[in-house]
């Protein structure tokens, strides 16, 4: 355990952001770190957010702190989904450095190329961590060389490439130099942290204030919150300071509250100087890339962009047959203010508050929206949502769409129909490698062709493929998409789903429910083989007759069905099905509940 140190000078400075690709050991790496050095409890993380507790994944950034060695290190943990990628491209600009925590057995992957690639480019240094070097198929010199590689690819200059690499078991709080050294904690990365990574220079402190913003909050008493870093100068609580624009605009506010951070905490404190990470309260429209200067006529340093939505879809008052039983918040009033809410923190977020009916939320992916969606059921929402669509631009005269890399690791059996699955979708082969059995495949596609496509591919490699993609920007229109064809199989009836009726259903195709399940007219209970949509009535029981035949009784063997949740409700609905959900069921129904209203509707379209 290490011994916080008396402040005996100026207590020195760094900002590291923790850099993965998802499960590879960021988060578990900082909370170890905070931990030893005391700054958190046993049991505190930093993933506190009770879904990602569950789902395993850091979806927002977050702001922890150490003191070491009577330095200060303010760390940033990252997300590592790529839907969550605009929270990482903001971080990078206010850092010194960042720790690249890359997995032993899996090497680098498509986030860690990302992230890593946006570092070099703003002329960071890294450290990289091999974590997890007691795996069982763990290789941490071949990592090493894969990381190498991806250095030079990415094309990292000869200082970057001078790269320290120190291996850990973050599980375990160890980490060492050398494969070979004994440890029994983290200060191995900790020093080195303290040797790499320059501190901010003491003369910056006496310069004017000069801060941006990188991220946003939320109190329900102090409102918006603004966390930025300070590059120059001093801050205090209840000084007024001038606030640079995006669009070239000024504005004055005053500093309410300031925050600093220790731990997982933040600590209110009276004042900051520069190179601290702190949280100010008391500018209502403080936004990402704002700079806060003492004066006017300082210059606002340089924006910070925010990545561009890739999908949309439209938010409706859910008006199913069973709307209002399962909710408490359910009128548009209260939608839409969830939503104005959302706003002040989802940076990556966009929504079009123009149509009364419904509202149209832009979002970077699935994941994006589904975790949207998912914290909303859970504070009491219902609320029925469009099937996601992509966004297309007009750029320079050209109809273009959002294209994404694709990084697939598949058994080699199963390569065959992933290549040609993603060859239907419009996507290109970039690379192909192969590692043992295991195949290594990076595909260029559109956003349409990956939407819809996961579920399809876990059957493909029966569960043992890794599919990743990330958001490579906007490219011509690649043209018509023909997916797998499966048509709806919509209940005609309301009621209760029984056994005997779905026995007879399941062999057109597959379910989503199971008997006893409440079902209304025009509710998607499963799909059709054939690929046409089918109405059927899973409310009918068996006839009752005096005339009995073999087999008669023969026990009903049902299959399970397929559940649907948010994320897979979000890739398989159809162009004319919403997707309704309530704090208890997420379900699928058409638009359109009879079967005449759909009839009269297609005749129209």
């Known amino acids: 355990m290490f011994v916080r140190e008396q402040e005996k000078t100026q207590m020195e400075i760094r900002n590291i952001a923790i850099i993965a690709h998802v499960d590879h050991g960021k988060t578990t790496l900082t909370d170890a770190i905070m931990r030893q050095t005391g700054n958190a409890p046993e049991g505190d993380t930093m993933d506190s957010n009770a879904l990602e507790k569950e789902r395993g994944i850091t979806i927002y950034s977050k702001n922890a702190a150490i003191i070491y060695k009577n330095t200060k290190i303010n760390i940033v943990d990252t997300p590592g989904h790529a839907d969550f990628g605009s929270e990482v491209e903001r971080v990078l600009r206010s850092i010194d450095s960042v720790v690249l925590v890359v997995d032993a057995q899996e090497g680098p992957m498509p986030q860690t190329r990302f992230v890593l690639k946006k570092s070099l480019e703003l002329g960071l240094k890294p450290i990289v961590v091999i974590n997890k070097i007691d795996k069982p198929a763990a290789d941490p010199d071949m990592v090493q060389e894969q990381v190498f590689e991806l250095f030079l690819d990415l094309g990292a200059n000869d200082e970057q490439l001078e790269f320290t690499t120190v291996y850990a078991i973050a599980r375990q709080g160890i980490a060492k130099l050398h494969l070979t050294d004994e440890s029994i904690d983290l200060s191995p990365l900790l020093d080195t942290i303290l040797a ?11 310069k004017p204030l000069r801060m941006q913003f990188f991220n946003l909050g939320y109190d329900n008493f102090l409102g918006r919150l603004g966390i930025g870093r300070i590059y120059e100068g001093k801050i205090h609580s209840g000084d007024t300071v001038t606030v640079k624009k995006s669009d070239g605009s000024v504005e004055t506010g005053k500093i309410v509250k300031l925050f600093s951070f220790l731990g997982t905490e933040r600590k209110e404190v009276a004042e900051a100087i520069a190179g601290d990470i702190v949280m100010i309260a008391g500018i209502p429209k403080i936004d990402i890339g704002e700079t806060v200067c003492a004066t ?42 969830r939503l104005m809410k959302e706003l002040e923190i989802n940076v990556g977020l966009r929504i079009d508050f123009s149509q009364a009916e419904y509202y149209t939320v832009l979002g970077r992916g699935e994941l994006h929206i589904a975790i949207l969606l998912e914290n909303m059921r859970r504070e009491g929402f219902e609320v029925q949502v ?19 890399e694709l990084t697939v690791d598949v058994p080699e059996k199963s390569s065959g129909i992933v290549i040609e699955k993603i060859g239907k979708r419009k996507g290109v082969m970039m690379t192909m490698k192969q590692t043992g059995s295991q195949m290594r495949m990076i595909f260029e596609v559109p956003t349409r062709g990956v939407l819809g496509y996961r579920g399809e591919f876990m059957i493909d490699t029966r569960g043992e493929g890794i599919l990743c993609s990330r958001v490579i920007g906007f490219r011509p229109y690649a043209g018509e998409i023909k997916k797998t064809d499966t048509g709806s199989m919509i209940s005609m009836a309301t009621g209760k789903a029984l056994g005997f009726s779905l026995a007879n259903l399941q062999t057109r195709g597959t379910l989503f429910i199971e008997p006893s399940t409440e079902v209304y007219e025009g509710m998607v209970i499963g799909n059709t083989s054939k690929g046409q949509d089918m109405a059927v009535n899973p409310t009918k029981g068996k006839a009752m007759s005096n005339m009995r035949s073999s087999g008669a009784d023969e026990a009903i063997q049902l299959t399970p069905p397929i559940k649907i949740t948010l994320e897979r409700g979000l890739e398989i609905m159809a162009d004319d099905e919403y997707l309704e959900v309530t704090p208890i069921s997420v379900r699928l129904r058409k638009q359109y509940l009879s079967e005449t209203e759909r009839t009269r509707h297609s005749r129209k379209a």
């Not at 790499?196 to 003491?202: F, Q």
């Open 386 to 404: 469009s099937k996601p669509k992509v966004i297309i631009k007009d750029i320079d005269g050209v109809k273009s769409e959002p294209f994404e």
């Open 296 to 337: 006017p006529d300082q210059e606002a340093l340089p924006y910070i962009s925010i990545d561009e939505p890739t999908i949309s879809l439209s938010f409706l008052v859910n008006d199913s047959p069973f709307a209002g039983k399962e909710g408490k918040l359910v009128t548009n009033k209260q939608i839409k203010e």
């Open 196 to 206: 790499r990574i320059p501190a901010t220079p003491l003369e910056n402190i006496e």
